[in-house]
């Protein structure tokens, strides 16, 4: 039986995604599609926000083994002449894009400073985010079938299908891998699932706050979105609901408009990370990593004692907290 909590969650769900659908669409129109739009970045697509800091991108279609069509964006600085040649792939988080490589703005994200450096940098999309949302047969606003997928094939399809299509166009042998969260995740996944894929075809690994369980998450309130999603999946999937998070959508919507309309938007947008986030010192050591990856060259410690698992994305400490120790391993070329 799911529990009250559970239960309150799901229905404000439906419910706030029926007020979004039936009542604000019919009666304010595009005012609150207006709203979030009206900040200088949010309206802002992948190429359009890193034209604005002198960076230039092209978009990429990479087709998966079982019909995903994703896209993947390539970006550089526009004073760089020749790059270095060992591409490097930025791989985002659950819920993510690749627009949250460049959240924390020019002097915190780390898309800006790899690019920077002349990089050969590539940003990937896992399937059903807004910019990989996409089928050769399935259309996902008719097929729920399209999202009938997990973290699992996104580890077995997406990664492989981006990796073997870089390396194809760029005509080199290996790519260097920054994956954050689920992002590091789905390589550990093409690992297993594909043996010896990642030694002939990844040159360096970079796991930025690396999930592999969620067993011991100290979020209550993520633990119950999270369970509260698994055990009404088959109502949702009945009313037509197949996106929570989609973007335009209720949860992204209400989440916008209080950040950008509220007085007090950064005290109330920084509380509400903090309680999806958990801070956990000492879970996950060395050692750990160790044992279960003979391979690993390092298990690096951030130094701010406070630094959590958000700040990997959204930090804007990100460039003297992380980028000096990713500017170290891409430099690295294993023998």
């Not at 004073?79 to 915190?108: F, M, R, S, Y």
């Amino acid at each position: 039986m799911a529990s009250k909590p559970n239960v309150i969650f799901f229905l404000l769900l439906v419910t706030i995604t029926f007020v979004k659908t039936q009542i604000l669409g019919n009666l304010l129109g595009n005012t609150v599609e207006g709203l979030l739009g009206s900040t200088e970045d949010f309206a802002l697509n992948f190429t359009e926000r890193t034209a604005r800091f002198g960076f230039e991108s092209d978009e990429h279609k990479v087709i998966t083994e079982d019909g995903y069509v994703l896209t993947v964006f390539r970006m550089r600085k526009k004073d760089c002449g020749e790059l270095n040649k060992t591409p490097v792939i930025l791989w985002h988080a659950l819920t993510q894009t690749a627009d949250d490589w460049l959240a924390a703005g020019i002097n915190g994200s780390l898309a800006y400073p790899i690019a920077g450096e002349c990089h050969d940098l590539w940003l990937a999309n896992d399937r059903g985010n807004y910019y990989s949302r996409a089928h050769v047969r399935l259309n996902p606003d008719k097929d729920s079938k399209f999202w009938d997928y997990s973290f699992d094939e996104i580890g077995r399809y997406d990664v492989p299908a981006t990796i073997n299509y870089i390396l194809k166009y760029t005509g080199e042998d290996k790519v260097n891998f920054i994956g954050f969260s689920q992002g590091a995740t789905s390589l550990l996944i093409s690992c297993s699932e594909r043996p010896r894929y990642c030694d002939s075809k990844v040159n360096v690994f970079l796991g930025l706050a690396p999930a592999v369980k969620i067993s011991n998450m100290k979020s209550t309130l993520l633990r119950v979105v999270l369970e509260s999603l698994n055990q009404f999946k088959g109502i949702l999937t009945t009313l037509g609901i197949n996106e929570v998070l989609a973007r335009g959508g209720a949860t992204q919507d209400l989440t916008g408009l209080l950040c950008i309309l509220s007085p007090t938007a950064s005290i109330l947008c920084g509380a509400g990370a903090g309680t999806i986030d958990s801070f956990h010192p000492g879970s996950i050591t060395g050692e750990t990593w160790q044992t279960e990856l003979p391979n690993m060259l390092e298990a690096y410690k951030v130094s701010d004692p406070s630094w959590n698992h958000m700040d990997m994305a959204y930090s804007q400490n990100i460039n003297t907290m992380i980028f000096p120790k990713v500017k170290e391993y891409l430099n690295y070329n294993k023998q």
